[in-house]
Structure formats: structure tokens, C-alpha cells
């Protein structure tokens, strides 16, 4: 890593970076640390970037700026710019953390030619209201305060950053004495108290504050945040995230307030991923369609009308939507209202990307519901009207496609996203509207249905499903000692892990080891080399198909031929086709079994079959099960949303596919889940 001392903007600034070649990236750290809270970003992202970060004015090593007269995030964002140009970064990412985040928002919004992407982690300044910003100021002034002068000033300082990193390992033993250094510094904490003060006063900052300009930022943006955030809670900030017209969140779980330093090389891993392949930026202009555009697509009934109005076209425009416009209608219904026979329900899946093997059964299966419920009367005059997207299995897809079906399409309910990943942000924006939403294949503990009353789900979650699995595998494979696989990339398999791990220790199994990968990886050699050591009675595995086909395929070549207990990921027949012999012997718990007596199952299993020529899976038999749940409650409440909410309420004892159904008190689904076993390309009851 290169140490600069460079005059940037009047002032002496110490720069801290890595990479020759590559896009640039500058990090952006929060008020009262310094540039080497990012040092394991820095080298890790160095390899495939140009990567900078400096101490912001009166921050570590660089000199204190006149926070007396100006905003404090003003100075820092125009410091920011003169550090691009002293590098000749003329285009670039910006990385920024807590306060950081607020600095690189407000350059974003300064010059957007110059910001091509941003990622925010974990800001009070970026997400709250102007009330809890000053809130949090005053915490941060009072932890980050000055150390003690004498032989305890590190100690001190390590205290004070585990406040804010609890979960960070030897990384911060590698901060600490260029972090204390600069504390002991002349004039430093009185520099600190000057930033921090400038932030909580109002005249000064309150034209700088950024949350209610969220929805100009316009460019791709990646949330990252620590469950175990001690200072800024992800909950007090959801509703604000979801403002980004094509923003993304990731949860850390076990990380606190600096989830980069924490985590490092997965945050390093999440990074480059996301720089290598953002999606375009959104402008407000006439865009190419997405490819779910066909399935909105319809000519209009008579006596109906179509007609775009400037504003819901910029709307559009912005979110890189055109396609979907109100031309662009489903048929019976107008961009800005349903015709009074109509109920319009909004339907989000993934039929393209990683989440494709669950969203094109989920479609399949809500086209056949559609046209039997309408069909079966039961709904009187009213006909239920599914609008077809596709998110393409990307987060910010899903919430841009969130916001034109409520704000363009009036849409009545929202059935999906498909991934748990998508749900948890795209869930929050309906519960602000007060727009029901019925998730049919969400699995996550948590954030999701406990965002708010509008959120519902039919699929069971991982804390119904996995207990079962791990259950069913003590007792059929006298299972004492596991190894525990899991992807880190994905809300659903981190939700998983997690659940595996309690469930295992609940039954007194001991885990002996819990590897991460990537379900973008290819090679998991490193990880089965060590679940081949670690000497296991089975696997137990986390992922979507797309990962845990390659996992287990390389698993078998090694020679493991251990039992493999799977996540929710592995109900899906792409999972069996593509892993092939490897899948054999291979536990899961589903929620539904394609042998299922239950009459409204096999009904259900025989139209499929005609109309695809092949079985459905569970996340068929889940969708086709929402659109029942969905057309009950507008027989019971009505087609508006108001209705649709108070039936969703009356739900109880419902025939469906998926046999009596009923909803929690807390809004998930409640059935019992069936353990299943892979043997020759075929999920059979264990039992």
C-alpha cells in the first residue's frame, strides 16, 4: 500500500492507496476515524481497482479545515474532488461509511458525470431524519472523544473502536497504531470536536442533509449494513433505503458498525462483484424495455383507455423503465386505475438470472391459477388480472419494478420477488404505501414479514423447514458431527446457516466446521478439502442451485460420499438435473410433495403436467397456492387494497394445494413441511 502526503485543497492530506489499473474507487471514512479503518479493503480490492482513500479535514493525518464557518459534509465532499483530481480520477465509485456515506451521496448529487456508483455502509447521515443525525452526532462525539494521555492511550483507543466493530479479528490490531498515532497528535481532538459539532448544528448542516434527495441519486447503489450495528440500527433506516431508485441492501449479520473491516474479504468480495457488473445507470430518457415487457403487453378492451401523462413517463424514464409504461397496460385496466371488474394483482419473479429455476415455476404456476380462478366464478363479476415482471434475479430490478407496479399500475397486491434477498428490500416500499404483498417462496427468518401488516407469506421459513431436515437426518444417518457449507452472497443461505447451526446444536450435534463460499464460485476445493478433514457424519449445506450444483459435484470427485442435508435451494428440479448422481442421497424438507393425495395436489399436478409436460415443484405448488390465498381474500374483503388486507386477515382453515392453510400470528405460513430424499433424479418421501 502507497502512503502519500499531497496539498489538496489548501490542505496537507495523507492518501492512502493501491492498484494501477482498473476502475477508480475512493473510500469515504465516517467522522472521528481516519483512512485506515478501510487498509484491508485497500489491498484487497487494489488487485482489480484503482482504490484511494484519504483522512478526511481534521481526521487522521490530514489537516483540520474551517468547520466553523461551512458544513461540515460540504468541506468534506469538495476535499473529496480535490483527492480525485490530485490522482486524475476523473470517473469514480465512492465507498462511504457512516458520515462518509452522506459525503458520497452529496458528490453524486454535485457532479453526477463524475460518480458512476456508490456503496453506502451503515449512516445515521445518510438515512435518518435530521433529528436522529444530531442524536447520533452526539454519541459519536462522546465515544470518539480524545484518548487519555499515557501508556493506556491504545488500549483506550482499541476499546473504543470495538464499540463500533465487535466482530473484527486481527484487522484491527493492524489499524491500531497508526489509529492511536494520529489521535496523540497535536490539535486532534480539538479538530474532531469541531467536525462533529459542525454536524449537529442545524443552520450549518441542515441544507447538506440527504435523506429526502435519496430518490435523485439515480445511479446503482449498494447498502451494506451490520446486524449487530450498535449505533445505528438497520431498522430505523429501511424505509429510507428504499427511496434509492436502484439500490440494493446487504445485511451482514454478526458485524457492528464497520462491516468492511469486520468482514473484510466478504465485503471486499461483495464489492468487486457489484463494480463488475452494476447495471446501466438509470437517466431520463427512452431506455431498451426489460424482457418481462411481453408479459404486460396486451391490446386493449373495449370501452377502456391507455395514456401516458408526462409525469408517470419521467417517472419511468428515471427508473429505466420506459417499456413498462402505462402504453403499456394489462388488459381492462388503465395505467391509473383498474375498470371496475378487474383486480389487478402485480406479480414480481425472476425468470432470467441465478433465481430463474424458482421464477419460472412461480409463473408457470400463477398463469394456470389465473385462468382457473377467473374461470371457476368464484369471484363473481370480479376477474382477477396478474401482471407478469421480471426482476432478473437483481435486487434493484425488483425495486424499481416494486415502484412502477404501485405508482404507474395501481396495482391492488404484489405477489413476490421471488429471493428473500429482494423481499427484504423491496418489502419496506409497499408497507410505506400500504400496498399487501404475498410472498410465495421468501424463506429469510428475518426482515421480512416483520417489516409490517402489509407483508405476508405462504412458503415456510427456514425456522419451519430446517429443524425438520436436521431432524429427519440425526434419525436416519445417526448424525453426531457436521460440517456446516453455506453461500455469503445471499439474504435466503445466510438465513439458512444460521438456522442449520442453532438447529444442529439444539439436537446435540456438534458442528465441526462452518466454510463460506460464493454461489458464483467454481472451485470449492479449499472448502471440501477442509470438510473432508474435518472428519463429519454429513454435510449440511446452504445454497441456491447455482452454487450447490458445483458443490456437490466436486464433493462426490473428491471421494465424499457423505449424506448431504440442503437448504430450500435444493427443491428445485434444475438442482436435480444439474447435479445429477451427485444429488443422490440428499435430504431436504419441502413444503410440499409432488405425491401428495390431497385432492386439490393432485389436480393441481396433473394440469400442470399437461400444460408444461413436466412435474411441478414446490415453488409451483407455493404460487399456485398464493393466487388461491390472494382471490379468497378479495371474495372476503374486496378487490381494492383496504380488501384485500382485511381478507388476507380472515384466512383460516383455506383448501389449497398446499392443504388447510392458515397464517401466523405473524403473518407467515402455517402447514407441516415434508422431508424428502434424492435418490435417481427423484425427490421421495423419506418416511
Not at 42 to 59: E, N, Q, T
Not at 193 to 199: N, V
Not at 295 to 314: F, N, Y
Amino acid at each position: 500500500m502507497n502512503v502519500t502526503f499531497a496539498q489538496v485543497g489548501g490542505l496537507r492530506t495523507r492518501i492512502l492507496a493501491e492498484g494501477s489499473e482498473g476502475p477508480a474507487v475512493l473510500l469515504v471514512h465516517g467522522g472521528g476515524l481516519s483512512a485506515d479503518v478501510f487498509a484491508p479493503n485497500i489491498r484487497g480490492l487494489g488487485a482489480d481497482f484503482r482504490v484511494a482513500a484519504a483522512d478526511l479535514p481534521g481526521c487522521g493525518f490530514t489537516e483540520p479545515g474551517d468547520y466553523t464557518r461551512q458544513s461540515a459534509a460540504r468541506l468534506c465532499r469538495d476535499h473529496l474532488f480535490a483527492v480525485a483530481d490530485s490522482l486524475g480520477f476523473e470517473e469514480f465509485s465512492i465507498v462511504g461509511s457512516s458520515f462518509g456515506a452522506q459525503v458520497a451521496v452529496l458528490a453524486r448529487l454535485a457532479r453526477p458525470e463524475r460518480v458512476r456508483s456508490l456503496v453506502l455502509t451503515a449512516s445515521a447521515s445518510a438515512f435518518y431524519p435530521p433529528a436522529r443525525v444530531y442524536a447520533s452526532v452526539r454519541e459519536a462525539l462522546h465515544h470518539c472523544g480524545p484518548s487519555t494521555p499515557g501508556r493506556h492511550q491504545e488500549a483506550e483507543a482499541e476499546r473504543q473502536l470495538r464499540q463500533l466493530a465487535p466482530a473484527a479479528g486481527p484487522q484491527l490490531a493492524e489499524i491500531l497504531l497508526p489509529y492511536t498515532t494520529a489521535r496523540a497528535l497535536p490539535g486532534h481532538a480539538a479538530a474532531t470536536a469541531a467536525m462533529l459539532t459542525a454536524l449537529q448544528d442545524p443552520p450549518r448542516a441542515e441544507p447538506w442533509h440527504v435523506r429526502d434527495k435519496l430518490g435523485r441519486v439515480g445511479v446503482p447503489t449498494l447498502v451494506v449494513w451490520g446486524g449487530q450495528d450498535p449505533r445505528v440500527p438497520l431498522a430505523d433506516a429501511r424505509e429510507a433505503i428504499s427511496a434509492l431508485p436502484a439500490g440494493r441492501l446487504e445485511v451482514f449479520e454478526d458485524s457492528g458498525h464497520l462491516p468492511f473491516l469486520e468482514e473484510p474479504a466478504r465485503f471486499n468480495r461483495l464489492v468487486a462483484d457489484f463494480l463488475r457488473h452494476r447495471p446501466p445507470v438509470p437517466a431520463p430518457r427512452s431506455v431498451p424495455a426489460p424482457r418481462s415487457v411481453p408479459a404486460l403487453r396486451s391490446t386493449p378492451q373495449k370501452g377502456t383507455t391507455m395514456r401516458t401523462d408526462r409525469r408517470t413517463t419521467v417517472l419511468l424514464a428515471s427508473l429505466g423503465l420506459v417499456g413498462l409504461s402505462a402504453t403499456a397496460g394489462c388488459a381492462g385496466t388503465t395505467a391509473s386505475a383498474q375498470s371496475s371488474d378487474t383486480v389487478t394483482i402485480g406479480v414480481v419473479v425472476s425468470t432470467t438470472g441465478a433465481s430463474a429455476p424458482f421464477g419460472i415455476q412461480q409463473e408457470q404456476a400463477l398463469k394456470l391459477a389465473e385462468k382457473d380462478i377467473n374461470g371457476s366464478g368464484r369471484l363473481g363479476a370480479l376477474k382477477l388480472k396478474f401482471v407478469f415482471t421480471d426482476d432478473h434475479s437483481q435486487v434493484s430490478q425488483a425495486s424499481a419494478l416494486y415502484d412502477q407496479l404501485i405508482n404507474a399500475q395501481h396495482v391492488a397486491a404484489i405477489i413476490g420477488p421471488t429471493s428473500s434477498t429482494s423481499a427484504q428490500t423491496t418489502s419496506p416500499v409497499a408497507q410505506a404505501q400500504h400496498v399487501p404483498v404475498l410472498l410465495v417462496s421468501a424463506s429469510a427468518v428475518k426482515g421480512i414479514t416483520d417489516v409490517g401488516d402489509q407483508i405476508w407469506r405462504d412458503s415456510l421459513t427456514d425456522a419451519q423447514l430446517i429443524p425438520q431436515a436436521v431432524a429427519a437426518a440425526k434419525k436416519a444417518y445417526h448424525v453426531k458431527r457436521a460440517v456446516l457449507l453455506y453461500a455469503d452472497d445471499d439474504a435466503t443461505t445466510q438465513s439458512s446457516a444460521k438456522t442449520f447451526e442453532t438447529a444442529l446444536r439444539a439436537q446435540g450435534i456438534e458442528v465441526a466446521a462452518k466454510l463460506s463460499f460464493a454461489s458464483t464460485d467454481k472451485d470449492f476445493a479449499a472448502q471440501l478439502t477442509q470438510a473432508k478433514q474435518a472428519k463429519a457424519d454429513a454435510l449440511f449445506v446452504a445454497a441456491v442451485p447455482q452454487g450447490g450444483i458445483g458443490l456437490l459435484q466436486q464433493a462426490r470427485q473428491l471421494g465424499i460420499t457423505l449424506p448431504v442435508v440442503g437448504s430450500n435451494g435444493f427443491n428445485s428440479p434444475a438442482f436435480l438435473s444439474g447435479a445429477g448422481a451427485a444429488a443422490d442421497n440428499t435430504l431436504v424438507a419441502s413444503a410440499w410433495d409432488v405425491h401428495s393425495t390431497n385432492p386439490l395436489s393432485t389436480a393441481f399436478v396433473t394440469e400442470y403436467h399437461k400444460a408444461y409436460g413436466k412435474d411441478p415443484d414446490q415453488f409451483s405448488a407455493q404460487a399456485y397456492a398464493g393466487a388461491t390465498i390472494l382471490a379468497q381474500a378479495v371474495a372476503d374483503g374486496g378487490g381494492d387494497r383496504a380488501g384485500i388486507l382485511a381478507g388476507l386477515k380472515k384466512v383460516k382453515d383455506l383448501p389449497t394445494v398446499l392443504g388447510a392453510f392458515n397464517f401466523t400470528s405473524g403473518r407467515d405460513g402455517s402447514y407441516k413441511a415434508v422431508p424428502l430424499l434424492i435418490k435417481n433424479d427423484t425427490y421421495t418421501p423419506l418416511n
